[in-house]
């Protein structure tokens, strides 16, 4: 069993940072990959980035490559979330997700087994 915990959303004005950290507890999690996905009013939940389970995998989604960086430190049990550059469309709530499935991580939200409750992100304009 594992659990997840978010923090680090709020409000930013467009071109502000955030850093979003996802609190993982459960002894195996370290052999998780992990996601971090978000889901906007009246959207689907959708891929953000992923990262394999030692860190030396990962994936972005096209709309935020160079604006957001994902990063895990495994002796503190918790995953990163750098958002720069942060534009009014990554409005959302953002979600950080775990599985072992898929070492490398995967873009597929159904192949997650445990997700955090979520941390809302607004971004003004």
């Known amino acids: 069993q594992v659990q997840l915990v978010e923090s680090g959303g709020g409000l930013v004005q467009a071109g502000g940072s955030l850093r979003l950290s996802c609190a993982a507890s459960?002894?195996?999690?370290?052999?998780?990959?992990m996601g971090w996905f978000r889901q906007a009013p009246r959207k689907e939940r959708e891929f953000v980035a992923t990262?394999?389970?030692?860190?030396?995998?990962?994936a972005y989604v096209d709309f935020v490559k160079g604006r957001f960086t994902i990063s895990r430190d495994n002796a503190k049990n918790t995953v990163f979330l750098q958002m720069n550059n942060l534009k009014p469309e990554d409005t959302a709530v953002y979600y950080c997700?775990?599985?072992?499935?898929?070492?490398?991580?995967?873009?597929?939200?159904?192949?997650?087994?445990?997700w955090g409750q979520g941390t809302q992100v607004t971004v003004s304009s």
């Open positions: 997700a775990a599985t072992r499935r898929h070492s490398r991580g995967t873009s597929d939200y159904t192949d997650y087994d445990y």
């Open positions: 459960g002894r195996t999690w370290i052999t998780y990959a």
């Open positions: 990262i394999s389970w030692s860190g030396g995998g990962i």
